[in-house]
């Protein structure tokens, strides 16, 4: 068994493949409750404090997550961990990078970090590390793929990506569901095609790192419906039970 106190931790880099320590030096942002132990003086603080708006101004403009994210400052050791999912750092150098929101556990301040155009995800850009978790190893792929839209973890260096629709395979309900929510329920459905350059992050596994259900997924959406959609989407509903009556 190995023990660890300060002078044995490794120092920006991965303590086991569950876990990442972060050599604070200066400010750095970290997603809320991802924080397991550290050493030194360390202080967390809430966005949107007075002292720390130049460098929120500076570096955070996804205010849809403002709330999701503290900064760590002062100096110290940070470990960092995400249930049980591996984590990996990902040092930029004047690129971008794009992550799924859910998986960006922390970023150093000089990367801009900016709402992807593909909801539920993050652009990373400038110089500097980006921390992110995923379920399982990561496994880069070059361009042009299509993957399964849970399978992917992001994707770096090229453009924004669109959904591909295989409508041999969307049928019954659900799937008309999911046409109209942006829910899917496999990749033989609705895949993300990359084309261009660039190289794309995909999990281990296809399933979602919250391991919430299909039924859960699919709740999740409806906040983000018009009441037109919602109206559309309970007139299937019904239609499906009569069906199955």
């Not at 990373?124 to 361009?143: D, R």
Request: charged share 20%.
């Amino acid at each position: 068994m190995t023990i660890y106190n300060p002078d044995t931790l490794p120092k920006n880099d991965n303590l086991n493949r569950f876990s990442y320590v972060i050599d604070v030096k200066e400010q750095i942002f970290i997603r809320k409750g991802k924080m397991i132990a550290f050493y030194g003086e360390l202080r967390f603080e809430a966005m949107g404090s007075s002292v720390l708006d130049l460098i929120v101004r500076n570096a955070f403009n996804a205010p849809k997550y403002i709330h999701h994210f503290v900064v760590a400052q002062g100096q110290g050791q940070l470990i960092l961990g995400d249930n049980g999912n591996d984590l990996a750092c990902y040092d930029l150098d004047n690129a971008n990078m794009t992550i799924r929101a859910k998986n960006l556990l922390g970023f150093t301040k000089d990367v801009i970090c900016q709402e992807s155009t593909l909801p539920g995800y993050l652009t990373m850009i400038g110089t500097g590390k980006v921390i992110a978790s995923s379920n399982g190893p990561v496994h880069f792929l070059e361009l042009p793929c299509r993957v399964d839209e849970q399978a992917v973890l992001g994707w770096a260096d090229c453009p924004s990506p669109s959904y591909h629709y295989d409508y041999a395979h969307v049928q019954g309900w659900a799937s008309a569901a999911g046409a109209l929510t942006g829910f899917t329920l496999s990749g033989e459905e609705k895949q993300i095609d990359f084309t261009g350059a660039g190289t794309v992050l995909v999990q281990s596994s296809e399933l979602d790192v919250t391991g919430s259900s299909a039924l859960m997924q699919l709740l999740a959406q409806l906040p983000m419906l018009g009441k037109e959609d919602l109206g559309t989407l309970s007139l299937s509903v019904q239609q499906q039970m009569k069906q199955e009556r």
